[in-house]
């Protein structure tokens, strides 16, 4: 059974940090693409950093680049985004999200409050 558990938001003011983690089971997530989208009240869910399988490469929205940090531990089957020098505008549930033989898999959320 495919199953992604977000974790790690929180309140932080703008400038903070905050780390992300999503823990999948039920499949090897070394094998595929992981993305992490939010969505902020009222506006549509966005992608914002993507691992690929394998090898890894990354990819950011140009509105987070040079700020968040995808990363991925394959030992622990979890992909992790560092967001760094947090805005208001970052606020919002972020979701990870797998494409897997051919379904849409999603966690929970967890929510990211930037205030001041």
């Known amino acids: 059974q495919v199953q992604l558990v977000e974790s790690g938001g929180g309140l932080v003011q703008p400038g903070g940090s905050l780390r992300l983690s999503c823990a999948a089971s039920?499949?090897?997530?070394?094998?595929?693409?992981i993305v992490w989208f939010r969505q902020a009240p009222g506006k549509e869910r966005e992608g914002v950093s993507c691992?690929?399988?394998?090898?890894?490469?990354?990819y950011y929205v140009d509105s987070v680049k040079g700020r968040f940090t995808i990363s991925r531990d394959n030992t622990k089957n979890t992909v992790y985004l560092q967001m760094n020098s947090l805005k208001p505008e970052d606020a919002g549930v972020y979701y990870c999200?797998?494409?897997?033989?051919?379904?849409?898999?999603w966690g929970q959320g967890t929510q990211v409050t930037v205030y001041s």
């Open positions: 999200n797998v494409y897997y033989w051919n379904k849409d898999y």
């Open positions: 039920g499949f090897t997530l070394d094998y595929y693409a």
């Open positions: 691992i690929s399988s394998s090898e890894g490469n990354t």
